[in-house]
């Protein structure tokens, strides 16, 4: 007993066992505490409302929705928003912030000009006054009848943007999300098999990925449609396409603008911190201006502006929240709806915590596999 207690290894696991216990008990008094005071001023617990119904509807939804939909539909609905104008806002920012990022660091006076430009406005300006803005602008357009038309497939009015769109039921678009997600994380959990050949393996898994995808799309379209339908005026409102409410628009249009401020300036530091004498040196062999930033340039950055790229990933998707102010239908705002009809502040509280945190520990994984597949070995880095 006694070279048992001098053992460095048992008391660490004794110390660590007395913290696991002494938090849980600590927890469960909590808990037991809250539930007392709730029973003690009449106020029900628990999670049997989520099968009530609402009597409420909301702005926007990608699935069927009804205001007699039990709690746990409207739930997922903003959850599914949620989801849905973070991701694409994500893509365009990042998109959008690259070229920016790039532009002001070239040799062209004008465009690194408008990129300043756009960063400094949009950076400086609180993301909720933008969206605010945007909001303004959009419930103002023409009505349905005098839409503004561009390339005569995309339509703007004051009742929304309307858009070409695939011809999608609901439960095919999450069988493609699901195929997508699935083989993300096989590309994820890949390197951590043995003797797992990854780059042989991710090449696979793309292609069934892609195959299974084009296979559930074409196989459970109707027709008659076709895989895209686009929008068309019927007395005084569209059919078809997608509608882009301007709530959903204006909080998209925010986020881009504002990500891209951001992402723009990540970028321009991470180019900015590549070594002069690799860029000479790729200079020296004759590589054009484009080919040097295109396939040495950007590369050497990535390993500079993947790690602070991915926080400002998990801050534009937290950033969603803000589409409260005017109207969008995202998880913040159908909790807080749902918590005033409700009463059920704690429950709806811990689901509506729970969906964000389930969002944004995703995009930190893949950021973070995505920082270890790029980063150099034998730096203080480890295979994941």
Request: charged share 10%; aromatic share 10%.
């Amino acid at each position: 007993m006694t070279a048992l207690l001098r053992s460095g290894r048992f008391r660490g696991l004794v110390y660590q066992a007395t913290l696991v216990v002494t938090v849980c008990a600590v927890l469960i008094m909590l808990v037991v505490n809250t539930r007392q005071n709730l029973v003690a001023q009449g106020i029900a617990s628990g999670f049997d409302f989520l099968e009530r119904s609402t009597g409420w509807n909301v702005s926007f939804a990608l699935m069927d929705y009804a205001i007699r939909d039990p709690y746990w539909r409207v739930l997922l609905v903003g959850f599914e928003n949620t989801i849905f104008v973070g991701l694409l806002s994500l893509v365009f920012a990042t998109v959008l912030g690259t070229l920016i990022g790039i532009a002001r660091v070239g040799r062209n006076p004008l465009l690194s000009l408008l990129g300043t430009v756009h960063v400094e406005i949009f950076r400086n300006v609180p993301l909720i006054l933008q969206g605010l803005f945007w909001y303004a602008v959009l419930t103002h357009l023409p009505p349905p009848r005098q839409a503004i038309a561009l390339w005569d497939a995309i339509y703007l009015s004051s009742r929304g943007i309307y858009v070409p769109f695939v011809a999608l039921s609901h439960g095919t678009f999450l069988a493609v999300v699901a195929t997508i997600l699935i083989a993300a994380a096989a590309i994820y959990l890949a390197p951590r098999v043995p003797r797992v050949r990854f780059r042989t393996t991710r090449r696979g898994v793309v292609i069934a990925a892609v195959a299974i995808s084009l296979a559930v799309i074409v196989g459970n379209h109707d027709p008659q449609v076709g895989l895209f339908t686009t929008p068309r005026l019927l007395g005084l409102r569209f059919e078809g396409g997608l509608r882009l409410t301007p709530e959903f628009a204006a909080l998209f249009i925010a986020i881009v603008g504002f990500g891209s401020a951001y992402i723009a300036e990540i970028v321009r530091g991470g180019l900015l911190s590549v070594n002069q004498g690799q860029l000479e040196a790729a200079r020296a062999l004759g590589l054009s201006p484009f080919r040097v930033t295109w396939h040495v340039r950007i590369p050497l950055a990535l390993r500079s502006v993947v790690p602070p790229l991915g926080n400002q990933f998990i801050w534009l998707m937290k950033a969603t929240t803000v589409g409260i102010a005017f109207g969008f239908s995202d998880l913040f705002m159908v909790s807080s709806t749902a918590i005033n009809q409700s009463g059920q502040t704690i429950e709806i509280l811990f689901l509506m915590m729970a969906g964000f945190l389930l969002i944004n520990y995703v995009i930190a994984s893949i950021m973070n596999a995505l920082n270890r597949s790029i980063a150099l070995k034998g730096f203080g880095t480890k295979r994941g």
